[in-house]
């Protein structure tokens, strides 16, 4: 017996040693800096990025996790500046054609790679066109189907040479379009648009997966990245507006418990945090917490309702189980992230034609009225000659994607509904894809729905339900509706399109395709003594230009 | 003897081939997308495009045999969430890190486990018992999510030393390694202050003791060199849980180890994987327990004929 | 006295009351059970724990039904209240009343680790008692396919099925998540089943029975049976709070109970989200409560097994 213990124990030692041999290296060459903030008098921002980037090469970014950082180390043609407005970036300057669809733009003199290498118009052809390419399978090539021939070529009809973006020579860059696009500037921003280096890209294809030969254009670049832990990023002497940038660098954790985050937050180890626990937004705001910050977000959350089960086919029962819900009761006592309770499909911080808030020109369109509710749900049923016994029996669900907080507001809504109506709806939740799935089969009868939008004009919310579009979840299909959107394509004329498109709001608002719940807001905090952090709604809060005090 | 090696290796591999399989399966009827994204949904195009470039635009018989065949080549694919590294990557990255931690929870629980049980039979209805009982009855009941945010909560957020979360240098994994060690700890110390009660009973330790040799020199040379067997015999699976109990451990003090690449994986629906670190940790337990098993026969001439199955 | 004297009834008078009794058993005779129970009652850590488990289960019946507030009750004017006078163990996030929740998590909780254990020990048994009974070479191809079915991991396979169900529409519900558990859970019954089986089938007293004339079937559930209950009851003990555990660890990658019902693994995972802004009574109570029922399954399993160990018997 005592044998086999000592056989045992040097198997286990054996083990212990080849496995300390192995992870011994990884533990190598990192800095025993503690917490300090400012660590041999270098300004470094701390903070947390809720995930593990999938990759750092812009083209196959897949969301927020990853734009963080790329917002950092790369720069497109247009860029934000310190006050969060669009300004030329590697581009120096533009020109759009009359009608539009032709840019034209002119990359900034002496701008360079990480590598010293110039930045070209022909980095951005090929950028784009890497991107677009089928073999490359980026998740997010579709944001460049503005380009004329892009959605072709992605989709393996069209040639890669078709694709309307061209170097015309060394600095000079030419984009058509496949219509009018008002906000295509504000998409030369974003990450997918930003340029890499076409010889670094093609002499190393895995250039992305390490600090070593990761080459970028923007304000940082990437000096350590430890997958699953930390990743680093250092001033970019050279980059050419450095004088703007206050940060010696930037170090952030990868750390996917919130709670955990907070608690390094709330330890001074981060200066900022975005992904803050729903209860401590909630607790911030009641104290008016100066740390706490809340930034609006372009995005409605809603609940789509299908027109073609009976009785959700009346719109006197769609409006009901919309008057039924207090929406303030949700962002105020759920949600609690500062979220807007919804007044329409379209979300605030959208401009009209004079620069006034669109959301404002149009008023509210929800209304919260249980009462009301309560008749209005007795009317439609009984128009489609259903009784209240017959509508509980139906076994009707809300079929919501798993995840804790539409779990919280789908039974809040569940409750509501059942105090306000009296009836008995189910809850169902399934994981995403099975719910797009079964939305476009038609087989739910209340679903959960959200969208935030790419853009900053209304189009990106209300092009939703234009009758062939691919995410009209409800088949919402309004000849009237569809003209409206249609004319606000084709124009450039501000004044034609935004009054369609308050006309459109109206049209759906009245019919009740989908119900409102609330706009998206980005809540997060930073610490006193961090300034120059700008909120653009369409991003995560930028930190390119923040500045530490002692 | 070398035909029970032989059948015992054979069943290995027939129970990593039933794994594989009915992982396969499991994972091809998750009705799941894992490029859709919430409130962003990709173009069909798009779609299309990742679907071939996983090779699932395959027909599925296809697609298992080419899985078993990288399986073979130990090659477990193409991560479906990251671009920069691949499964066979995350795993070389992930694995030493849930084995120090692993390792370190097993050493803390093998030092103070027998410890702590030991001295509880000694003391036995006396104070020190009681202090051991509490701590393996916490240990057995309390579960590990819990006790790790605790830790957090109470332990971490009051000792500047003790970092909150994180990992990277050696002070990172002294928490989550007492809070992975604390469960078979407690199962340890409870097994071993019986053993230890039953050998205190015997007869030899009664006539060591009246042939004068030191208290000291019993217990230590007698009493607890034979109480601690019973304690080796569940090592096997104790290394186990280890590996396995550290799925929550690791999310929590985002140690950057297999088990958080597991749970994520199923939040991310990762299926490439999820099914290479299942592969992989079937592999790691499944040889554990051929190795354990051989060097059994090995050792006790007994096992040998009489034993069958487990 | 010769031979041939004639005992007559004269000659034998009637023993002494006291002489007969002395010919009498003066303990009561005590059955295998019995016996088993008056040991498990000196174990007073066992006693605590069956204590605790009756309290916690007729709580689970009657807790919901004492408490003013249903589990899916909403009230908005009383979220996160602490422990007070009308709620007993405070609201949570949607203002719901904890007490009456916590005892239905209690109730689903049992329910799914107890469910979990008797289909364990069903086809446990089942499988174990073929096994057992069959012919060498059935019993060997049996064996062989339970020792594969157990060398997949538990958790690995208890989470794998639950992702694959729960993302179909089914949710999780209770019986996914215990289909989940027992998928593996019955290999160790099945062995000790059959462990015990073979034992007995040689023993001499199923031989005796078996050269009676005595049926398979009737040396099985006369003989059998009853003689291997003892150590499955300790297993069936032991496998529910492994499920209750396993069920709380699920909850906690959010692969737990459909909403609103809760389970004691869903309430520790909601809790954890107040946790931060110092709400511990959210995380606490159903902590407490998980950490008893493992508490009292684990020293009642332990104690049951010393109680029917006859090495043990005094």
Redesign the interface.
């Known amino acids: 017996m005592s044998k086999k213990f000592i056989i045992l124990t040097s198997l286990i030692l054996v083990l212990a040693i080849i496995f300390t041999g192995c992870s011994s290296p990884s533990n190598e060459g990192k800095d025993p800096a503690g917490n300090n903030q400012t660590a041999g008098g270098k300004k470094i921002l701390r903070s947390n990025n809720s995930s593990e980037p999938g990759s750092l090469d812009p083209a196959l970014a897949q969301g927020t996790h990853e734009s963080w950082i790329l917002e950092n180390v790369f720069e497109g043609l247009m860029t934000f500046d310190e006050n969060g407005e669009l300004v030329p970036g590697m581009a120096e300057s533009y020109e759009i054609s009359e009608d539009g669809l032709t840019y034209t733009f002119k990359i900034r003199d002496g701008v360079t790679w990480s590598n010293g290498d110039p930045v070209t118009a022909e980095d951005f052809e090929y950028t784009w066109k890497r991107a677009l390419d089928p073999e490359l399978a980026a998740d997010y090539a579709h944001i460049l189907y503005y380009i004329k021939g892009a959605q072709a070529y992605n989709s393996g009809e069209g040639s890669r040479d078709d694709v309307a973006v061209k170097a015309l020579d060394e600095k000079t860059l030419e984009v058509t379009l496949e219509a009018p696009t008002a906000y295509f500037l504000e998409l030369t921003a974003f990450y997918t648009y930003f340029p890499v280096n076409k010889n670094v890209v093609e002499s190393n294809p895995d250039w992305a997966k390490d600090p070593e030969t990761h080459v970028s254009n923007g304000p940082f670049k990437l000096v350590r990245w430890d997958h699953n832990a930390k990743i680093v990023l250092e001033k970019n002497e050279s980059y050419y507006n450095a004088d703007k940038i206050k940060l010696d660098g930037i170090e952030l954790d990868i750390i996917e418990d919130q709670n955990t985050a907070w608690q390094k937050y709330e330890g001074g180890e981060y200066h900022i945090l975005v992904d803050v626990p729903t209860s401590v937004v909630a607790q911030l705001k009641a104290q008016n917490d100066p740390q706490l910050n809340i930034g609006n977000q372009i995005g409605t959350y809603y609940y789509n309702v299908n027109p073609d089960v009976k009785p959700f086919n009346n719109a006197k029962v769609r409006q009901a189980l919309s008057m039924a819900i207090d929406c303030e009761t949700i962002t105020e006592n759920i949600t609690q992230g500062g979220q807007i309770p919804a007044e329409g499909v379209v979300p605030y911080g959208l401009k009209d034609e004079n620069g006034n808030e669109f959301r404002d020109g149009v008023g509210s369109l929800v209304e919260y009225d249980p009462d009301k509710a309560k008749q209005l749900f007795e009317e439609g049923l009984a128009e489609e000659g259903m009784t209240l016994e017959e509508f509980n029996s139906g076994q009707f669900v809300i079929l919501y994607n798993t995840s804790e907080s539409h779990k919280k507001i789908a039974q809040a809504v569940q409750e509501m509904w059942r105090t306000a109506l009296g009836i008995e709806i189910g809850l169902e939740n399934v994981e995403f894809q099975v719910k797009l799935d079964r939305e476009k089969a038609g087989d739910y009868q209340i679903s959960r729905g959200g969208w935030i939008g790419d853009y900053m004009d209304p189009m990106t919310i209300l092009d939703l339900w234009w009758s062939e579009s691919a995410f009209n979840d409800v088949k919402y299909n309004n000849e009237e509706y569809d003209k409206l959107i249609a004319e606000s394509k084709a124009t450039d004329d501000q004044n034609i399109r935004m009054e369609n498109m308050r006309k459109a709001e109206k049209m759906i608002m009245e019919d009740m395709a989908v119900i409102p719940i609330y706009f998206y807001t980005q809540p997060y905090v930073v610490k006193e003594n961090v300034s120059g952090i700008t909120y653009v709604p369409v991003r995560y809060p930028m930190i390119t230009y923040a500045d530490i005090a002692e | 003897m070398s035909k029970y090696f032989v059948r015992r290796l054979a069943?290995?591999v027939?129970?990593l081939w039933?794994?594989v399989t009915?992982?396969f399966i499991?994972?091809h009827?998750?009705?799941?997308?894992p490029?859709?994204?919430?409130?962003?949904?990709?173009?069909?195009?798009?779609y299309?495009?990742?679907l071939?470039?996983y090779g699932l635009d395959k027909p599925l018989s296809e697609q298992y045999l080419i899985y078993l065949k990288n399986i073979v080549r130990w090659d477990f694919g193409e991560?479906m969430?990251?671009?920069?590294?691949t499964v066979n990557e995350?795993i070389a990255?992930?694995?030493?890190?849930s084995?120090?931690l692993g390792?370190q929870a097993?050493l803390i629980a093998l030092i103070i486990g027998p410890a702590l049980g030991a001295i509880a039979a000694l003391y036995q209805n006396r104070f020190p018992d009681y202090i051991s009982m509490i701590v393996s009855?916490?240990g057995?009941?309390?579960?590990?999510?819990?006790m790790g945010?605790f830790l957090?909560?109470f332990v971490?957020?009051n000792v500047d030393w003790l970092p909150?979360?994180?990992?990277?240098?050696?002070r990172h994994t002294i928490l989550p390694s007492f809070a992975l060690a604390l469960m078979p700890l407690a199962q340890i110390a409870?097994l071993m202050r019986s053993s230890m009660l039953e050998v205190l009973g015997q007869d030899y330790i009664k006539t060591a003791k009246s042939k004068g040799i030191s208290r000291t020199a019993v217990i230590l040379k007698h009493a607890v060199?034979n109480a601690?067997?019973p304690v080796?015999s569940i090592?096997g699976t104790t290394?186990?849980n280890l590996l396995?109990?550290s799925?929550?451990i690791e999310?929590?003090?985002?140690v950057?180890g297999l088990g958080?690449?597991?749970?994520?994986s199923?939040?991310n629906?990762d299926y490439t994987l999820?099914m290479g670190v299942?592969v992989f940790?079937?592999i790691i337990?499944?040889s554990m327990?051929f190795?354990?098993d051989i060097?059994?026969t090995?050792?006790?001439p007994r096992i040998r004929l009489t034993k069958?199955?487990? | 006295m010769d031979s041939n004297t004639i005992y007559t009834k004269e000659m034998f008078q009637k023993a002494p009351r006291e002489l007969r009794e002395s010919e009498t058993i003066k303990r009561p005779s005590i059955s295998y059970w019995s016996d088993v129970w008056r040991r498990l009652k000196l174990n007073k850590l066992a006693m605590a724990g069956l204590v605790i488990l009756i309290i916690l289960g007729i709580m689970s019946i009657i807790g919901p039904y004492m408490s003013d507030f249903s589990y899916y009750e909403q009230d908005y004017s009383a979220i996160n209240l602490r422990p007070n006078k009308s709620y007993w163990f405070g609201t949570d996030e949607l203002g719901r009343d904890l007490f009456s929740r916590v005892w239905l998590g209690t109730r689903y909780s049992l329910f799914i680790g107890i469910a979990a254990a008797l289909i364990d020990f069903g086809i446990g048994v089942i499988y174990g008692g073929i096994a057992g009974m069959a012919s060498k070479r059935v019993d060997a191809i049996m064996m062989r396919i339970a020792e594969v079915i157990y060398s997949i991991p538990y958790m690995l396979i208890v989470v794998l099925i639950s992702v694959v169900f729960s993302s179909t529409g089914a949710g999780t519900s209770m019986f996914v998540l215990i289909l989940a558990m027992t998928i593996t859970g019955w290999v160790p019954m099945a062995n000790l089943v059959r462990g015990q089986v073979l034992q007995l089938k040689e023993s001499e007293y199923s031989m005796a029975s078996e050269s009676l004339g005595a049926s398979k079937s009737w040396i099985l559930k006369k003989h059998i049976i009853p003689n291997t209950l003892g150590p499955i009851l300790v297993n069936v003990t032991l496998t529910i709070p492994r499920a209750i555990f396993s069920e709380a660890t699920l909850s906690f990658m959010s692969l737990g109970l459909q909403a609103p019902r809760p389970s004691l693994g869903t309430l520790v995972s909601d809790g954890l989200a107040v946790m931060p802004i110092g709400l511990f009574y959210q995380i606490l109570i159903p902590a407490i409560i998980i950490s008893l029922v493992m508490f009292s399954f684990n020293v009642l399993g332990d104690g049951l097994r010393d109680a029917l160990d006859p090495r043990l018997r005094k």
Do not use: C
Not at chain 2, 93 to 97: A, L, S, T
Not at chain 2, 140 to 146: D, L
Not at chain 2, 251 to 254: A, E, N, P, R, V
Not at chain 2, 260 to 264: D, G, K, P, Q
């Open positions: 069943m290995s027939v129970t039933v794994i009915i992982t499991l994972m009827s998750v009705p799941g997308n490029f859709a994204n919430e409130n962003k949904n990709i173009p069909e195009v798009v299309q495009n990742l071939k470039k991560s969430k990251s671009n920069t590294e995350m990255r992930g694995f030493p890190v084995a120090q390792l097993l009855i916490i057995v009941s309390v579960p590990s999510f819990v945010t957090i909560q971490a957020r909150i979360g994180g990992w990277g240098e050696w409870r060199r601690i067997l080796v090592l290394v186990s396995v109990g799925f929550v999310k929590i003090f985002g950057p958080m690449f597991f749970v994520n199923i939040y629906r999820i299942t940790y079937a337990l499944i327990l190795i354990v060097a059994y090995l050792i006790d069958e199955g487990r």
